[in-house]
């Protein structure tokens, strides 16, 4: 429990220098800020691996799956990575909403914090419910590993045409019905007083859509890393980790999305190979560590060449 309470005072002390330092005051984040913080956030994220070497070297928390140190800090930094790869699906997405509800940004920062508290939140909830479901219910693995599968096999035929839409969505609509929605923004106000009358902004609508989005992605990533391990504090530690850095990240790529279209069928495979592994689990066969670990790796890794590769072959339109 005390390994469980240190690591969750770090998280908040983290979020609260964030806001309440480096970002005490809303500004437009440079690619250079973001870039610097993105690096700072994968380097945590990946020294964290030793604190869990240690962790289970010297016994520090209940090891459920009695793993050795070395196999405890390859599955985090398997999670890890799968976690990161799945959420640069939910950059596009924020992206979209953020111009959908022109929102500045200078105060997307601020809704990306909110957000991301949220989302730590929601997830934790969802892995400990998850972890308890799988633990308890061993036929789940065949339910999550098809889900992913179905997922990957959606993914992987969508349409480019396809747009995702803020304004069209259900949640969006039951907003409007519950709450008065101001059309323009008030600094970084999440509500408005008007008429005597509390009025959300397009601030705290776009927050909303984006708490209820991240959700539905949590129902890709946490069933994906629980066909990695089903340790709940590996799950929770490399699921957060890589919220933290998404922010950051979010700035760093927001202007070179178009850069990376391809990615998406590094996730398809990513996902098919998680879905087969939690099936395969399911009649006692399994992968190496190492095995995971490096088909994620090249999946990623092949992902961002092809995209690089397929950008760079592209002819500019003609005027």
């Known amino acids: 429990m005390i390994v469980w309470i240190v690591f969750i005072a770090l998280i908040l002390v983290f979020l609260a220098l964030d806001l309440g330092v480096f970002n005490k005051n809303a500004h437009v984040v440079s690619n250079k800020e973001a870039a610097l913080w993105t690096v700072v956030w994968v380097s945590v994220a990946l020294l964290f691996s030793l604190g869990i070497f240690f962790i289970y070297k010297y016994e520090l928390i209940k090891n459920v799956e009695g793993l050795s140190a070395s196999r405890a800090m390859i599955k985090y930094i398997t999670g890890y990575l799968i976690e990161l790869s799945l959420s640069v699906d939910n950059i596009f997405i924020i992206a979209v909403i953020f111009?959908?509800?022109?929102?500045?940004?200078?105060?997307?920062?601020?809704?990306?914090?909110?957000?991301?508290?949220?989302?730590?939140?929601f997830r934790a909830s969802m892995i400990l419910f998850g972890v308890t479901l799988i633990?308890?219910?061993?036929?789940?693995?065949?339910?999550f590993g098809g889900f992913l599968l179905y997922t990957a096999i959606k993914m992987l035929f969508a349409k480019e045409e396809e747009s995702y839409n803020p304004k069209k969505s259900l949640i969006y609509k039951w907003i409007q019905k519950i709450i008065p929605v101001s059309d323009s923004i008030d600094?970084?106000?999440?509500?408005?007083?008007?008429?005597?009358?509390?009025?959300?902004?397009?601030?705290?609508?776009?927050?909303?859509?984006?708490?209820?989005?991240?959700?539905?992605?949590?129902?890709?990533?946490?069933?994906?890393?629980?066909?990695?391990?089903?340790?709940?504090?590996l799950v929770f530690s490399s699921n957060i980790m890589a919220i933290l850095g998404l922010r950051s990240m979010y700035f760093f790529l927001a202007n070179m999305l178009n850069k990376f279209k391809k990615l998406h069928y590094s996730?398809?495979?990513?996902?098919?190979?998680?879905?087969?592994?939690?099936?395969?689990?399911?009649f006692e066969i399994e992968f190496k560590e190492w095995v995971s670990l490096t088909v994620i790796g090249v999946s990623l890794l092949g992902g961002v060449l092809l995209?690089?590769?397929?950008?760079?072959?592209?002819?500019?339109?003609?005027?």
């Open 99 to 121: 111009s959908s509800f022109k929102v500045p940004h200078k105060y997307q920062h601020r809704v990306l914090f909110w957000g991301i508290i949220g989302a730590i939140l």
């Open 135 to 143: 633990n308890k219910f061993e036929w789940l693995t065949y339910i």
């Open 187 to 233: 600094g970084e106000h999440f509500f408005i007083h008007k008429d005597h009358k509390r009025i959300a902004t397009p601030l705290f609508i776009a927050l909303i859509v984006i708490e209820f989005t991240d959700i539905l992605f949590a129902l890709d990533s946490i069933p994906a890393i629980l066909g990695i391990t089903r340790d709940s504090f």
């Open 267 to 282: 996730l398809v495979v990513i996902l098919s190979f998680v879905g087969v592994k939690l099936i395969l689990a399911g």
């Open 307 to 319: 995209s690089i590769f397929t950008t760079s072959n592209e002819k500019p339109s003609s005027m």
